[in-house]
């Protein structure tokens, strides 16, 4: 009698790398379901914009074919309201308060890694084994423990945008493209002749795609006129129409132009809707040695956490960022507040992004950046 197949589902998004994964998954022996969100509707989120965009029209246009393809069963699910609630309104939040907001990681904190979940079981009745998706990261196992690992192909590795989800799902994600490099994945997806071999990755905001952002923002957040101050000698030297499409270390969009070196913003006051701004892209103001990360989720039990406390460990805090040695010292007993030190200074540390922690390969979590200075 056939042994029963391992069930997975896999969260297909018109993409190649979700396509190739549910290919793999299927190759190496797996009882495979696709399942398509449709998270952004721009009609019902009063996005209408004349912009050139691959929509998720098209997106489950090209799963369909996908599915057809690799013979697999295929599902759509609408989560419009659920993103909206959990991640889009939070985003706008932070834009308000000034801060500048990686919508991603909590996308996948709560969507993918957690109301998708539960609303496969709840809804769709479907048991299954595992979830996979096609990020570049690793699953590893030691001591019967599971652990958050970075991809083989650095270039793309992708946990900083996983620090964020449920430490107690890792035994039950597939994570296909682990050991491949993306010229690898494409390859895979021309032989097989896959419709999106070719298609490009996506890019901007999570489910919503590359805008205009500016303009993109107009549809929920109204301008607020404010001035541009040269920080070294305080005078008005331009003008903006609003904080939030402005964040640390920024020299486009100032329209400061004219100078012979260029400016580039190092704070910003929310309350008074200034950008204060300085020359130089290596400006000194514009490095710290030190911040404070909040709301951290550890990928490692608590146990394990406190061992990091006295040894140096490395830390990302922007995606594509080299890991760079830091040392933490946490401010409560459950170390979801930490103050982070640096051995070198980092350029522009930015509230609301995200510090996110590793020793050697292994991704420890990470957590919101809230503040950063030098005190050196």
């Known amino acids: 009698m056939e042994k029963t197949k391992k069930k997975v589902i896999v969260a297909l998004s018109g993409g190649v790398d979700s396509a190739v994964s549910a290919y793999l998954l299927k190759k190496q022996g797996y009882q495979v379901i696709a399942i398509f969100m449709q998270n952004w509707d721009d009609y019902l989120n009063n996005s209408i914009q ?3 965009f691959c929509t998720q029209t098209q997106d489950w246009e090209d799963c369909q074919k996908i599915a057809e393809q690799l013979n697999i069963p295929l599902h ?8 909206w609630e959990k991640v889009f309104s939070n985003f706008l939040v932070s834009l308000k308060k000034g801060l500048t907001p990686n919508p991603d990681v909590l996308c996948n904190s709560a969507i993918k890694f957690a109301y998708f979940i539960n609303y496969i079981k709840d809804n769709l009745a479907i048991d299954f084994d595992y979830l996979a998706t096609g990020h570049y990261a690793k699953i590893v196992k030691k001591k019967e423990k599971y652990y958050l690992n970075k991809a083989k192909d650095n270039n793309k590795d992708q946990t900083y945008f996983l620090c964020q989800i449920n430490y107690h799902l890792l035994d039950k994600l597939l994570f296909p493209l682990a050991n491949l490099k993306k010229k690898e994945v494409r390859k895979i997806a021309e032989n097989l002749q896959l419709v999106n071999a070719q298609k490009k990755d996506s890019t901007g905001i999570c489910f919503i795609g590359e805008r205009n952002f500016t303009k993109f923002l107009t549809n929920y957040l109204p301008n607020k006129e404010g001035e541009i101050i040269n920080i070294d000698n305080k005078k008005v030297i331009g003008k903006h129409h609003g904080v939030h499409y402005f964040t640390l270390g920024q020299r486009h969009g100032l329209n400061l132009s004219g100078n012979k070196e260029a ?12 950008i204060y701004v300085a020359k130089g892209k290596d400006n000194p103001l514009l490095y710290s040695n030190e911040c404070l990360v909040e709301n951290i989720n550890w990928l490692i039990g608590q146990a394990e956490i406190k061992t990091y406390e006295k040894i140096a460990i490395n830390a990302k805090f922007r995606y594509r960022q080299l890991d760079v040695p830091v040392k933490i010292f946490p401010i409560n007993d459950s170390f979801k507040e930490l103050k982070v030190q640096f051995s070198e ?15 050697n390969e292994t991704c420890l979590g990470g957590g919101i950046i809230s503040s950063a200075k030098k005190t050196k």
């Open 76 to 83: 759509k699910v609408n989560f419009i309201q659920e993103y």
């Open 50 to 52: 004349q912009e050139t």
């Open 345 to 359: 200074e980092q350029r522009a540390i930015t509230p609301g992004q995200y510090a996110v922690f590793y020793h």
């Open 263 to 274: 400016f580039f913003v190092v704070a910003k006051d929310n309350e008074k809707q200034i």
